[in-house]
């Protein structure tokens, strides 16, 4: 498939406080999103394109709703990346890239719940929990 | 399926200026929008959930890139919606939602092209020209 080889290198962080959605599990993005945030990170960039971008938004939305309620999007962009085929044909994919906050400015923000509760959530606690729908 | 009920809904336009995103071929929702746009909307929101988010995304990008280079981002916004499945128990889906605009304020926009020739775009001109990639 087209989809492993495009996705090859989207395995986990590879750039410092970037987490590239690839074909793991869900829950292995999230912990790799919660691992850099419990480091003291305070910017998480998720990045995904083509069909990751559904596991892209599942990850923001698993990191927000069941380990840092505080969490907020600095931005939230999509793009068109260019792909090489193997003929040398070109394709368009789309791509996402969620960039999440924690413990910046947090003045007004809708969503946020500061309980500083459930900074070092054990990601066992709610891994398989959360088994999110296709559709 | 259960992606067949929950999406069911999903097949068009129904709220004015919303563009539920479903099952058709992503082209039928790049027509949905554009049709919105040129009726002199000057707001369309487009919104999908699980995986369909991707199609949401591919949605947006095949209008900016082929229909409006002058269409921008008002706001994208992920959530979480709790299904209720047919035996009762409860399912999270993620969603996403894209407030596009055209012909609002236009100060210091960073993809814009006001060039106004594009308005009318016929969308079989394009329409499988821009064939995306799943990954």
Chains 1, 2 share one sequence.
Do not use: C, W
Not at 44 to 59: H, L, M, P, Q
Not at 93 to 110: D, E, H, K, N, P
Not at 113 to 132: E, F, I, M, T
């Amino acid at each position: 498939m087209e989809n492993e080889r495009d996705n090859a290198g989207y395995t986990g962080i590879r750039d410092e406080n970037v987490v590239y959605i690839g074909k793991k599990p869900t829950m292995s993005y999230v912990l790799a999103v919660v691992t850099q945030f419990n480091k003291g990170v305070k910017e998480v960039r998720i990045k995904a394109r083509g069909n990751s971008i559904t596991k892209a938004v599942d990850v923001r939305e698993i990191v927000a709703d069941k380990f840092f309620p505080d969490v907020r999007d600095l931005s939230i962009r999509t793009s068109t990346e260019e792909l090489v085929n193997e003929d040398g044909t070109r394709s368009k994919v789309s791509a996402i890239q969620i960039t999440l906050s924690r413990g910046l400015l947090t003045g007004g923000l809708g969503r946020q719940q500061l309980s500083g509760a459930d900074h070092s959530h054990a990601l066992h606690v709610n891994a398989g929990a959360d088994n999110r729908k296709p559709g």
